[in-house]
DNA sequence: CGCTCCATTGATGCCAGTCAAGAAATGTGG
DNA sequence: CCACATTTCTTGACTGGCATCAATGGAGCG
């Protein structure tokens, strides 16, 4: 089906393996297997039970929430690189959200019991698995500040420059949204209509053009410094 | 000044350290001091470098954030027991948030060498250690869904149910507000006018009477199930 | 070509924020 | 211990921004 053979070159150039010697990846390896999503797959649901965490290879998967009146929040995308389900590995708690896959997705699920291993033995990878959980940490820190103190416009505009990431200023700059609108709506805690209005407005005042996923920041500079 | 001998026992019976041999812990002990704070006394400002984390002895911390038009959001309650600052140890970053007393407090500062020196040492603290960071993630994850998915009036019903916590059900249950109803409004993210609004409302439906920071919760049950 | 999904746009309403004033509680100094 | 100052809390009137509801417009796909 898949070659195993590409599972340990993939590991070991992630963060949290980058230093590990070739036959600690190859322990890893061993208790990694690939999934293979589609498009709208559910990897896991909210309240069940963790057996390691994941990888993305290639495609998107999105974390939520759901309220019990049927409303959906996206709390967090994953791309190629990115992993979830560490924090939950380490306490005896279900998943607090669910996974599903947005497009057709490869994802590597490693096994509790070899990260456990890694920590008892290697100090470093116990650091570097502390490090990865410490910016999660921050990362959702910045969500509850933008959530909290940034107005659904301030935020649309911070999306927008960081997804710029690389590229720190110019003009012209083209940037591509990584999800639906709908679903990039729900992680900034706004409605697809305000998103849509929103997006028309800073066209209007010729700060970006969208074109579907595709949006020209006309200037970064500028953009950055609007006020709503 | 203060009595030195009595932080290996404090520490003994926090969750981080309770499994620790007594050398152990006197070993984290020669890495803490004990800091008295006055009331409204900053303990750190967002953006200072991290040099260990703190462990509240008696008082109240709280961790906050500050936007550009100085609107203040309070990101975290700390008291009596629980730690804060730890994930901000193991990044190169700076704190995110600032700390601030809210109350006259003695707090432990831990100092980060100490720590890194255990989890190299001791793979079971480093569990811990990784334990404690996930239930931090798992609060945050918490206040997103509050904050994104509940209205406000629910989330003060939250707050009043989880500050139960021990006492699972009742009649007239007893609570007490932690901190100054402006720094729990701005905890749930609302304002203190909503705030008051709110806690009238549920006493004008009978379902609470409250008293400064008094709370009696006339029925438990009811309150839960309380829908607007 | 028709279907489904996604995005946009308009009209409307409501909840919570804002502003402002007063009451209550807390703290302070004589 | 009292009078005063300051902070904290409450209440009212008003406003506005975002959600909601509803309808239409496109894009992709079988």
């Known amino acids: 089906m898949t070659n195993p053979v590409k599972i340990p070159a993939f590991l070991a150039h992630l963060p949290l393996f980058c230093e590990m010697s070739p036959d600690e990846i190859e322990r890893i390896a061993r208790g990694a297997r690939e999934l293979g999503l589609a498009r709208g797959e559910v990897l896991f649901q909210r309240g069940d039970p963790c057996t390691g965490f994941y990888v993305v290879m290639h495609g998107r998967v999105k974390l939520a929430l759901t309220s019990p009146q049927g409303i959906e929040k996206v709390v967090e995308l994953i791309g190629p690189g990115q992993s979830f389900g560490e924090a939950v590995m380490f306490m005896d708690k279900p998943y607090p959200v669910y996974a599903q896959a947005l497009t057709d997705s490869m994802v590597l699920h490693i096994g509790k019991q070899v ?15 502390l490090a990865g959980l410490s910016i999660r940490l921050h990362r959702l820190i910045q969500t509850v500040e933008s959530i909290s103190l940034r107005s659904p416009a301030q935020r649309v505009i911070d ?41 028309r407005n800073l066209s209007d005042a ?20 609007y006020d709503e």
Not at 115 to 129: A, E, L, T
Not at 207 to 217: H, R
């Open 115 to 129: 990260i456990v291993g890694g920590i008892d033995s290697d100090p470093n990878f116990c650091r570097k698995m």
């Open 159 to 199: 999306l927008l420059l960081q997804e710029l990431d690389g590229t720190k200023e110019g003009l012209d700059v083209h940037v591509s949204l990584s999800a639906n609108k709908n679903v990039i709506a729900s992680n900034l805690n706004i409605t697809p209509e305000t998103f849509s209005r929103i997006l």
């Open 206 to 225: 010729g700060l970006i053009a969208v074109e579907g996923k595709d949006v020209c920041i006309r200037d970064v500079a500028r953009l950055r410094s």
